[in-house]
C-alpha cells in the first residue's frame, strides 16, 4: 500500500475561502422600556433600533440605524405605570416575562422578525 504524495492536489485540505456561508440574524444586545410599560426599545449587533409593543407581542417598527437613548428620550412620556413583565436576552432574541404579583405566569418567545 503506497502513499499519495503530500504534492497532489486532491488531496489538499488548504481553502481560501468556504464554498457555502449561512449568515445567521442580529442578536438583540440592548433594550429599554418606556415609561408606559408597553413600548420596548432594542439595539441589535448591527445597530438597528426596533420597537416592540408588549401587549400584541410584535415588532411595531424597525428604525434603522439610529441611537437607542435619544429614541427613549423622544418616545418616553410622563406617565408611572408599575412593572408587570421582564424582558429576557439571554437567547439573543427578546423574550417577555409577564409577571402577576411576584410569579412569572407566561413567557413569550417571539420568532426573529
Known amino acids: 500500500m503506497s502513499e499519495a504524495p503530500t504534492s497532489d492536489p486532491s488531496r489538499t485540505t488548504n481553502t481560501t475561502s468556504p464554498d457555502l456561508s449561512i449568515r445567521g440574524g442580529a442578536s438583540i444586545r440592548h433594550y429599554r422600556i418606556l415609561n408606559d410599560k408597553r413600548t420596548v426599545l432594542t439595539k441589535d449587533t448591527e445597530s438597528n433600533v426596533a420597537i416592540y409593543d408588549v401587549l ?5 417598527n424597525d428604525l434603522g440605524q439610529v441611537d437607542l437613548d435619544e429614541e427613549v428620550k423622544r418616545r418616553n412620556k410622563t406617565v408611572y405605570v408599575p412593572n ?9 432574541v427578546s423574550a417577555f416575562e409577564f409577571l402577576e404579583g411576584n410569579e412569572t405566569t407566561f413567557v413569550y418567545r417571539p420568532l426573529r422578525c
Request: hydrophobic residues 45%.
Open 56 to 60: 400584541k407581542a410584535t415588532k411595531v
Open 84 to 92: 408587570w413583565f421582564n424582558v429576557d436576552l439571554k437567547t439573543g
